[in-house]
């Protein structure tokens, strides 16, 4: 399992240490007890895409899955899956429409990646929206390699998804 992460943001302008935004952070595995908070954020996130409370509670009670979430002050902003053994999936990243952009995403992302090589798994694959050029880029700047799209994947609204594939090298059949 990833370590726990406790961070702060802070910049430095010509030398001088200047604190423009403090933001606590803590990345960890969800339990149960994160359920309700990960329900709410799931249907803020994903809309009429969003998995049901049953659907997420068996996700993290899962013996094939890791989920982490990433907290701030205000509670949990993001959280993220995979799923998997030899191959792995990684199931969803979800950030919170105002903390986009501040690298949390890739920050999840990059946990997910580590948490699927101490898995032992050989290749990580996932499903991305046609239209989210945005989470393609990351993804991509990750080591991700496009495969080819799936077409209508996505119900609400309907869309392709993109299928993409990140070889890891760690996966053995033993």
């Known amino acids: 399992m990833p370590p726990l992460i406790h961070g702060s943001q802070s910049t430095r302008v010509f030398g001088l240490s200047r604190e423009i935004s403090r933001v606590e952070r803590e990345i960890r595995p969800l339990i149960r007890g994160d359920l309700n908070a990960l329900v709410a954020l799931e249907r803020e996130v ?3 895409d969003a998995w049901s409370e049953d659907q997420l509670a068996g996700e ?11 907290f701030e ?5 993001a959280y993220g899956g995979i799923k998997g053994d030899i191959e ?6 979800g950030v919170l429409p105002e903390k986009r952009g501040a690298g ?3 920050l999840l992302l990059k946990k997910l990646i580590e948490a699927a090589k101490e898995r032992n798994m050989g ?6 929206r046609a239209s989210n050029e945005a989470a393609q880029r990351l993804y991509q700047s990750e080591g991700f390699e496009e495969l080819g799209k ?3 994947y996505y119900r609400h609204p309907n869309e392709d998804a993109v299928t993409m594939r ?3 090298g760690t996966g053995t059949l033993a």
Do not use: K, N
Request: no cysteine.
């Open 88 to 93: 792995g999936d990684l199931m969803t990243i």
């Open 73 to 77: 002050e205000e509670g949990l902003v």
């Open 60 to 70: 993290i009670d899962s013996p094939w899955t890791t989920y982490l979430g990433v």
């Open 104 to 106: 949390i995403g890739r």
């Open 166 to 168: 990140l070889e890891l």
């Open 150 to 152: 799936v077409p209508s």
């Open 123 to 128: 290749q990580l694959f996932l499903e991305v």
């Open 46 to 48: 994903f809309g009429g």
